[in-house]
């Protein structure tokens, strides 16, 4: 008797598979920095993503091109997708250059993002290194609507250079509010600029909060990310309230083809959000 | 003969994080010639290859150390605020600044004579280790956070 034949693999191309992205029109194309861009997108038709978490990532498709994972930097009315892209190599640097109008393929959210609600009546300290903010970006949205139900809300960005500073305007909203406590710094600058210079880590000293009611948010260079779970770690923060986001190469984004294993972490679907107390032995490790 | 220090400045250095908990005595004999000194923004506590003869402790603004040269614009390396100690070349043979030092706000100081306290020192050997216990951390930091900027973690 012979064998049942397999089943025909799915096609990609139709809609609901888990690689089929979701056509996206570019609404908005914002120059945040010269290799940097924060993408405006709405959906092409009427499917769309899931609501994203604050933290969770998407992948974005440049058509032809490929795929890379891109967190969520906000999120809007009728679907709409905020995120911030920096060219680092083929795929970003066509998003890079994405005009409005254009499609872009969408699929997701994934991963685990921040525990903000997990957080509700403690004090919140994030940091943000470089492109570590836009991922941060929504829960500290989250944070600000619901402001009441935490306690102190330090908010700490590093980046290289002034000129690296994304979501510059914002930022000095953000440092006109009375509701939380903001520190910029930057890691070099010239004459011009007036504020703090300092890897990100030299400011936590000056940061307020209680450290056995605090829960972080961490996001940037893995370096950084370690040393700053370390610091806040050592100022008292239990290491199972310090979240970090981590980056690797993810492809599929749905746990099944490794390329993004970290220790026993899949970083796609377990993380990219993770608490430091899983990861304080793996960050030193090289070639991980 | 010296004249005594200042008891406001007495108290001031007594209260700040280096000095904070150390023998009362000590303090008192690190705090003659001291001074309350500010600054406005702009103005320059320190000038690279000058005999460094002070440090500063900040009690109030922010300092920012520059380096440069006449082929090229300063560079900030890094800020110093309230809290922190302004100064180590006081400490270290030759006794000349490393860097600049411009205040990017305006700015309160207690300026402390480095001959004074490395006589201090010298003459009492426990508090000199327990003062250098308190000060090595400050280098400490620097070189740690130089480490890590030298790691230019943002341009990848």
New interface residues.
Partial sequence: MLAEPPPEPADPADEGHPFAPIPYAVRAVAAETPDTVTLTVEPRGSRRIGPPQPGQFVMLYAFGIGESPIGVAGTGPDGLLVHTVRNVGRVTAALTRLTPGDTVGVRGPYGHGWPVAEARDRDIVVVAGGLGLPPLRPAIYRLLQQREAYGRLEIVYGARTPKDLVYYEEIQGWRRRRDLRLQVTVDAAGREWYGDVGVVTTRLPDARFEPSRTTAFVCGPEIMMRLTAQALVARGVAPEATWVSMERNMKCAIGLCGHCQYGPSFVCRDGPVLPYSSLAKLLPLREL | MTAAPDPEVVRAIGEHPLFRGLDAAFVHAVAEQATERRFA?DERLATEGTPAEVFYLVTDG?V???IGSADQ???????V?AGEVLGWSWLVPPHRWRFDARA??ATRTLVLQGEVVRRTLAHHPTWGYLFLVRFMPVLA?RLE?TR??L??????
């Fill in positions: 923004v922010k920012a150390l520059e614009p300063h560079l900030t390396v890094e800020t605020g990017v706000k930091d956070n890590v900027q790691l230019d973690l943002h341009a990848r």
